[in-house]
T-cell receptor, first 112, second 114 residues
Framework: GQQVMQIPQYQHVQEGEDFTTYCNSSTTLSNIQWYKQRPGGHPVFLIQ?????EVKKQKRLTFQFGEAKKNSSLHITATQTTDVGTYFCAGIDSGWDYKLSFGAGTTVTVRA | DGGITQSPKYLFRKEGQNVTLSCEQN?????MYWYRQDPGQGLRLIYYSQIVNDFQKGDIAEGYSVSREKKESFPLTVTSAQKNPTAFYLC?????????????FGPGTRLTVL
């Protein structure tokens, strides 16, 4: 079955620094979504990428979908304490119905 | 105020008992989902429903059951057959009908088996 892997599992960042989290799928995806879960909260949708090579930006967050549609990345610039939480990628296999397969997430902590 | 509600927020049960987790949405979404979240792991799909009176097993359906008698409601029963039921359970919904729809999550129910 489809597997979505995320690295790193944990990211400890100094406030103001940049970091990137990566998402890789064992199969080609029709789209990929990113969610953020704050500590003690529930996942909240951030963005969806559909096209090969697509790049989208949300303020300090840059999302990219790989050319082969099997990988994605989230890059955060000038990390702030509000960025604390777990970031999940989730993909839909191009051959399946509408089930999202979630990665294990990257848990981000920020040192002030 | 539209959204998804789950109740209760915390639930304790004795080993061997069945328990039902509630999930209600007023977003008029066709599709609803149940996920289980364990520490250090992503969300794992238990069951999903794309339309009323129909549902499919997800990746970890054993020991769970669901019903979808109304569009707004998708309750999950954790049966005594579930060997390790202590976890955080999340319900979600989406418009359905397409794989390009974001999922909206409820606040979750934290189940502890004593």
């Amino acid at each position: 079955g489809q597997q979505v892997m995320q690295i790193p599992q944990y990211q400890h960042v100094q406030e103001g620094e940049d970091f990137t989290t990566y998402c890789n799928s064992s199969t080609t995806l029709s789209n990929i979504q990113w969610y953020k879960q704050r500590p003690g909260g529930h996942p909240v949708f951030l963005i969806q990428l559909v096209k090969s090579g697509e790049v989208k930006k949300q303020k300090r967050l840059t999302f990219q979908f790989g050319e082969a549609k099997k990988n994605s990345s989230l890059h955060i610039t000038a990390t702030q304490t509000t960025d604390v939480g777990t970031y999940f990628c989730a993909g839909i296999d191009s051959g399946w119905d509408y089930k999202l397969s979630f990665g294990a997430g990257t848990t981000v902590t920020v040192r002030a | 105020d539209g959204g998804i509600t789950q109740s209760p927020k915390y639930l304790f049960r004795k080993e061997g008992q069945n328990v039902t987790l509630s999930c209600e949405q007023n977003l008029n979404h066709d599709a609803m989902y149940w996920y289980r979240q364990d520490p250090g792991q992503g969300l794992r799909l238990i069951y999903y429903s794309q339309i009323v009176n129909d549902f499919q097993k997800g990746d970890i359906a054993e020991g769970y059951s669901v019903s979808r008698e109304k569009k707004e409601s998708f309750p999950l029963t954790v049966t005594s057959a579930q060997k390790n039921p202590t976890a955080f359970y999340l319900c979600a919904s989406s418009m359905g009908g397409s794989d390009y729809n974001e999922q909206f999550f409820g606040p979750g129910t934290r189940l502890t088996v004593l």
